[in-house]
Structure formats: structure tokens, C-alpha cells
């Protein structure tokens, strides 16, 4: 065998061992018995250990040396990127590092999960101080004397800095809150009335998933206290949840955590269990997971057919046109949770995010400094006041599980989705018809044919401006709000 | 750290990711999507490959060899006992020998199913004799100049020849033969008549989990195809079926699985992801799981009890009283599957395939004769004839998967309940009181606190004759099946 292929056949195990740990994670999440924590987290922890041996071993490196980069097609030469950034990114990284953050993370976030229920911060905020401490070790290791965040934040997107965050966000900033302002002059559109039970809210998720082409062969749609999509290749599974009193909150969670899932499911399967068999990025998979969500299921278009289903499962709720549904699912109102926000306001959520956890992981935020400084900013973005820890600093799981530099994923995700959105009208004039029948392949199928299949093969800047035709930006993501909302509002 | 603690930090790990490739296994059975089937083989291969690379490893063998045995206590002694089998056992097997036999029982469990659905022996006979080859291969590596089948036992059972369990079976069938001819010359009871709703028997169920002391906080139900219990330590789930005309199926197999998954449960908490952390052997596993469902589960003490339980769930199906319910539970009946056999004639089951598949593997069968064997052992014990290959040589999984010396370990296990139960009756005089009021603790406290919580800490012999106070036998069996069923049937 060619050092190539030795690498590859290595690396095929090292993808499937890396699939096991996702599957232990989606397990935590949905089956687990509670009491089964502590004996997880040393699973965990023992299978961190395995995958940092096998991501580090010295074979790896004199595969790599070995590899005359000249003579390897497009897809070879991406295999070899990825696994070199896994290597080197694992080198840097101490196994007893690793191996005490998967234990120390593991246990955590059951931690923040009773701290949440009990609205208590004090009971979470040592525990989140080991995390950042363990973290900020990781960082420094990663990033060999450069930002701390920027390494971080490579884990997740890779070829874009804090730098260029800063600069995206700085812009997207100032219209996002303008146009949160006009819209809150405005009256309210009316909202749904009425409970909705869950057994039909799951069916109409189910419908809805199907609706996007989500594969059930391949996967599998449970409830969790967290949406989540998990899983590459031949077994996505995604997460929903119910609300009583807002179908919303299920319906667009499963249709968000679809676009997860589709993504993973439409790579060519000639990727599968190889670096490329995977999406490239995290915010490559939120454009995929906010466009199959906004642009698309939140559409007047795709609205109009939804007002049918709901009409046909729950009767009467309150709502009398499909105008006025398209208002009500886009309704813009306040409130403290990023995964309940609408369009507008989301990511101004999500840059309070980006902006605490660079200065806890930079050291100008001490961990108990967070909740006051969360507060003051939500104050000053949103103009009122954080009630309760469970609506603020611990609404979110990511920070108990050492996910640092993932949130701005979300906002560049947007961001991606609005070049992505922009290029799509182009090449499907008569979308809205179809989405108007509840059809989404068109839609779909040119996602998956310009930017889903390719998995890995590009790097996130080179697929989302091959299959966009422009360079990314705030811009289309800007315009498409403002003209959305405009003729909700009537701005 | 010594080399014992080495040794045991290592074996940490290889017992986490052990309890990791069986949470795969559960996984598969009960919430793995169908199309994700090759995907799994290729993370089962992988965890299978990370697990005999440890069991290997040569630094457990230099560390085995640096140990001074004299000075360890006795869980220390345990667990070097356990190691160095494991040890011993993974080494003498050619490496493409273990992945060979991996793959050829992988694809033949499909050829076995197709066979068995198809009840087409020819279709299967070709697979099972490449199966037989190599475990016999495997055997003989195994055995080192000894005796083959032994050496497959000891897989299952270690500390028991093959020459042992002749013995014992061999005083046990003429009592089984006897005991069911009388039987079955008496007026059969009358069985349970009606339709049982599926929610109400996974309620009953659940119910009957708690009163055998099944944990929920480290564990769960859920459905599968065939009941099992999977995981140790924290984390022990089960699994259960239901068929609507027959209640006892569901009931029975949760008392059952219950069994295997409470001795894994009560194992002391300081035995947690080391050697000795898990049930000791198939045969007092199956001690446990068959003494919770039939010595305790079907006594006429506790079926009263169940009498009130399943008519206050179902109301009225026929049966008029707790002694005719007691009968209705307890009724012989001719029938060709074993995991439908009543407690007179399953061992009967047993029997048959111990003597087959040891003459397999020591030669004196050939496969091409194994259906005509089958048949006149089973007109020879049962008295009729079997009328299609999936009532008999096709109907069970086992050898399809390279289980051979694994079949007697059930009718083992029902020897030692046999001695279990004698010795839990002297201890526990008001037995019969308690689980009348369907309270099984005293019952469950003496198993847990003379066999279960000692975990792999004793060899099978000695916790089975530490815990019972005699050397393990047939005759206390023989003798509480012959008292029953006496009653039952006036004979």
C-alpha cells in the first residue's frame, strides 16, 4: 500500500471510532438513564483518549511526510488537508488535556442542567470556572503564543479569524438593531391562541421533515430538552421539543435541525467515513440549517402551506388568513432565549455570546463577572431586564461542554445563508410556487447539488462562494430582512 | 504507580470502551435507524479492533509478569485472575483468525435469518460449515492440545468442563423425560383467553421491573425484537416484547431480564469498570435471571399476587382463580421453540443442542447430518417430530454467530437457581408471605448480598457454593421442579 492509503485506511477507523463518540453524545442527550452520568463521563473520556492516540500517532506524521502532495487529485489533496489540520491541531493539545476536558465536560453539563432547573447560578459558575480554566489551557496550547480565541474558534471555522468576525458583525450590528427598533414601534401582529398538543405537534414535525427530505432510513426524530442534529453518513439523527402553547417552537426546531441533518445525509457517498464525509464547517452548516428555517420555512410561500397543515391538525387557532399566519410565525416580539428568537433579534443574542466568551477566554471577563456582564449587555441591546439565570447566562448548554468559538458560527451561518438565499431566487425563479404546495425540492435539491454533496472537499469560504457566486457578506442577509420585515411591518 | 496500578489504569479503559461497544449493541436492537446497518459494522469493526489491540497489548503482559501475586489481597487477586485470562485468551488467537471469523459470522447471522424465514436448510448449511471450520480453528488455538469444546466453555463459563456438564445433564434429562411424560399424560390447565393491550402490558410490566428491584435511575425498558439485558454498572438497560394473546411473554421476559440486570446492578459499587464490575459467568448470570422469573416470578405465592395485578389492568380474561391462575402460568404443552418452553421441558431444549454442537466441534457430527441429529434427539426427548427446519434446526441465532459452548450455560444456570433456591428458602422462612404481597426483597436482598454484590470477585463455583452452602448439583432442581409441578398436576 501507498503511504496514501495506508493514511487513509488509519484514518477510516479513527471516522468511525469519531461516529461511536457522537452516537455516546446523542445518547446522553435522549436515553441515558440519569444516574448512568458518572460511568459516561469515563466512557467518554476513554474513547477522547483513544481518538487523541489515534489523531496523534506518530504513524500519521510519517504518513504525511511520506505523501507527495504534487501527484494527488482534488479529492486526495482534501483528505491530506484535513487530516493534517486534525493532527497538528491534536498535537498541540496534551492527552491528559484532552482526556480531563471530555471527563470534566461531560459531568458539567449535567451540572448546568440542574443549575438551570433551580435557577441557580452558583451552583454552576465553579464548574464553568474549570471549564474555562481547562479551556483557556487548550487555547493556549492550540494557539502557541497567538489569539487564544482565533485558535479556538478554528475548531469550528476553520480559515476565518476573530479579525474577520469582528469586522462581519460590526456591520451587521447597527441594521439589525435599527430595524428591531422600527419593528417594535409598529403594533404587534396577533399570535397564535390555544394549546396544541404534542402527539399532534410530532406528527406535523414528522410531516415537516419529511416536507425537506429528511431521510428516516437514515435517521431518527427524538425529543430532548435541546434540538440537536448529531451523527454523518448513514445514521443522522436530529432532537425536537414541544410547547403547549407554541407549535412554533417544535415545528422550526425540527425543520432547523433538518437542515443539519440533510446537509450530512446529501454528502456523495463516496465521502463516508473519510474526513471529507462530514460538513466543513459549522457555519456552512448553519446557512444550511437557517436557510432550510427562515428563507425558505418561514417564507409567506411555504407559511401559506403550513397554514393548511396546522388548520387541518389543530381546527381553529385564532389565525384567519394566511396573511396574517405569515405575520404571527414572524412575529417579532421580546424575549430572552436565542433558540425562541425570531430573524431580527437572534443574533443580537448571539453577538453578546461572541463577545463575553472572547473576554473570558482573552482574561478581561472573570467567570464571576459573567452573569452581571450578560445582564448589562442584555440591557443595553434588548432595553430591558434579564428576570432570571435560566433566561440569561444559563439558557445555554454550550459553555458547560467547552463549546468556546461556536456561537459566532450562528451569525456567520446567517450571514452564509443570505448569499446562499440570494443565489438560489436567482437559479429557481418560480420557488415561491412551489413552496406554496409545501414543495421544497427544488429549493433542496439545488442546496444539496451546489453545496451540500461536496461535504468536505472545499474549504467554508470556497463552497459558499462556489455555490453563491459572491464573495461572503452581511449585505443579502441584511436586505433580505429588511424586505421581509418591511412588508410584515409596513415599514 | 506500581505495575498493578498500571495495570488497572489501563484495564479502566479497556472496560470503559467495553461497556461503549455493548451500548452499540443496545443501540442497534432498539433505536438504530435500518439503513444505518453497514455504518454500524464498520464501528462495531472498529471498536472490535481498539478492544483486541488492549486485550493485547503487550505492556499488560509485561506488567502481568512484573506483579508479585503474593502480595495482593483478595480483589486484587481477582483481578489479575480476570486480566490474565482475558489476556491469554486474546493472544493465543491469530489476529486474522479473530477478524476472519468477525466477518464471516457478521454476514452469516443474515444468511441464517433468510434461511430461517425461508425454512430452507440448505440455504444456510454451506455458511455453518465454514462457521464451524473456523471456530474450530479457533478451538483448537484456544486449546493447546486440549480438549476443544472446553475451551469454548471456558469463554462462558471458566472453571466448568465439558466432563462436568455431562455429568450433570446427564442426571438431569431421565428426571426431565419422566417428570414431563407424567405431565403431559394429565388434563392440561386452562390458559388465558382474550386480547391484552400493549400499553397496559408495558404498564404491568414496569411494575413488575420495580417489584423485582430494578432500577430505573441506571436503567431502562424499551421494546426489541428478542428481550435482553445489556451494560453493567450504571447503566444496565433491558429490553421486552409483547404479544396480545399472550401476556405471560412480556411479563415473563421482563421477570427474566430483570434477573440478569439486577446482578448487575448490585455488583458493589468498588468493582465499578474493573474486572470484576460484571456479572462472573453466562451460567450464574442465567442463575439470576431464571430464579427471579421462575422460582420467585411463577411460585404460586407471587403469581396470587400478579392474579389481582393483571385483573385490576385487564379485568376479566377467563381465568376464575389465583390457583387456576397459578396452573394457567405454569402449563406444560407440547412446542418446538425453546424461548417458549415451560420450566419441565426447556432444559430438555438445551440438552439436545449441548450434545449436537459439542459433537460439532469435536468432529463426530457433520454439519451435513446436523438436521437429521436434530430430529431424531428431538422425536427421541419430545416423542414427535419437528415439522419444518424453523422449528428446529434453524430456530435459534446462536450458532450462526459462532456461539458454541454457550447453549449448556442456560441449563447450568438453572441448576444453580435450583441450589440458590433451596438455600434462599432456609434462609428466608416467610418467603412465601412476602411475595403474596408482591414484595420480592427479601428474596432479591439475600441473592444481592450472598451472589450478586460480589460481582466477578469469586469464580462461578465459589460464589455459586459460597452463596447456596453446597456444590453445585441437579437434584435441588430436580426436586423443587418435581414439588411443583406434582401439585399443579395432582400427580
Not at 404546495?437 to 470556497?462: C, D, I, V
Amino acid at each position: 500500500m501507498s503511504p496514501y492509503d495506508e493514511l487513509m485506511a488509519f484514518d477510516h477507523d479513527t471516522q468511525a471510532l469519531s461516529q461511536v463518540a457522537g452516537r455516546l453524545g446523542w445518547d446522553q442527550e435522549t436515553m441515558m438513564p440519569r444516574g448512568a452520568a458518572p460511568q459516561r463521563a469515563e466512557e467518554m473520556a476513554a474513547m477522547e483518549s483513544v481518538l487523541h492516540a489515534r489523531r496523534t500517532d506518530p504513524r500519521v506524521g510519517e504518513w504525511l511526510a511520506a505523501i507527495d502532495g504534487d501527484q494527488l487529485d482534488a479529492v486526495a489533496a482534501a483528505n491530506l488537508r484535513e487530516i493534517k489540520r486534525s493532527f497538528e491541531r491534536a498535537s498541540k493539545v496534551p492527552a491528559d488535556l484532552a482526556a480531563t476536558i471530555a471527563r470534566v465536560t461531560s459531568s458539567a453539563q449535567g451540572t448546568w442542567a440542574d443549575a438551570r432547573a433551580a435557577d441557580d447560578v452558583a451552583a454552576f459558575l465553579p464548574v464553568l470556572e474549570e471549564v474555562v480554566k481547562l479551556k483557556r489551557q487548550e487555547g493556549a496550547a492550540l494557539a502557541a503564543g497567538g489569539d487564544i480565541y482565533g485558535a479556538m474558534l478554528a475548531d469550528y471555522e476553520p480559515g476565518t479569524t476573530a479579525a474577520d468576525l469582528e469586522a462581519m458583525f460590526g456591520a451587521l450590528r447597527p441594521g439589525l438593531t435599527e430595524l428591531r427598533a422600527a419593528i417594535l414601534e409598529r403594533p404587534a401582529p396577533k399570535g397564535v391562541n390555544g394549546t396544541f398538543d404534542e402527539a399532534g405537534q410530532l406528527k406535523l414535525s414528522a410531516t415537516l421533515a419529511q416536507a425537506f427530505g429528511y431521510n428516516t432510513t437514515h435517521g431518527r426524530i427524538d425529543k430532548a430538552v435541546h434540538p440537536f442534529s448529531s451523527g454523518s453518513g448513514l445514521d443522522v439523527r436530529i432532537t425536537t421539543r414541544t410547547n403547549p402553547e407554541d407549535p412554533f417552537n417544535c415545528f422550526y426546531s425540527t425543520i432547523h435541525e433538518v437542515g443539519h441533518a440533510c446537509y450530512e445525509q446529501n454528502i456523495d457517498a463516496d465521502h463516508l467515513l473519510t474526513p471529507l464525509g462530514a460538513g466543513v464547517s459549522m457555519g456552512v452548516h448553519e446557512s444550511q440549517s437557517r436557510i432550510y428555517e427562515n428563507q425558505l420555512g418561514r417564507s409567506r410561500a411555504f407559511t401559506g402551506w403550513l397554514y393548511g397543515q396546522m388548520r387541518d391538525a389543530f381546527g381553529d387557532f385564532g389565525i384567519e388568513s394566511e396573511d396574517a399566519f405569515f405575520a404571527a410565525v414572524n412575529r417579532v416580539s421580546n424575549g430572552y432565549i436565542r433558540t425562541e428568537a425570531d430573524e431580527v433579534q437572534y443574533n443580537l443574542h448571539v453577538l453578546l455570546r461572541f463577545d463575553l466568551e472572547r473576554a473570558l477566554m482573552t482574561g478581561n471577563l472573570a467567570v464571576g463577572d459573567l452573569e452581571a456582564a450578560w445582564n448589562d449587555r442584555f440591557r443595553a441591546d434588548f432595553g430591558y431586564d434579564v428576570d432570571k439565570p435560566s433566561n440569561g447566562v444559563l439558557q445555554d448548554v454550550h459553555w458547560s461542554v467547552g463549546l468556546f468559538g461556536y456561537f459566532p458560527t450562528y451569525s456567520l451561518g446567517n450571514v452564509y445563508a443570505g448569499c446562499l438565499h440570494e443565489a438560489l431566487r436567482g437559479a429557481v425563479p418560480d420557488l415561491d410556487a412551489q413552496l406554496a404546495g409545501g414543495n421544497t425540492s427544488a429549493a433542496t435539491g439545488w442546496l444539496r447539488e451546489n453545496l451540500q454533496r461536496h461535504g468536505g472537499l472545499y474549504t467554508p469560504r470556497e463552497v459558499i462562494t462556489k455555490a453563491s457566486g459572491m464573495e461572503p457578506g452581511p449585505e443579502p442577509f441584511l436586505a433580505y430582512l429588511k424586505e421581509k420585515f418591511s412588508g410584515i411591518y409596513g415599514l
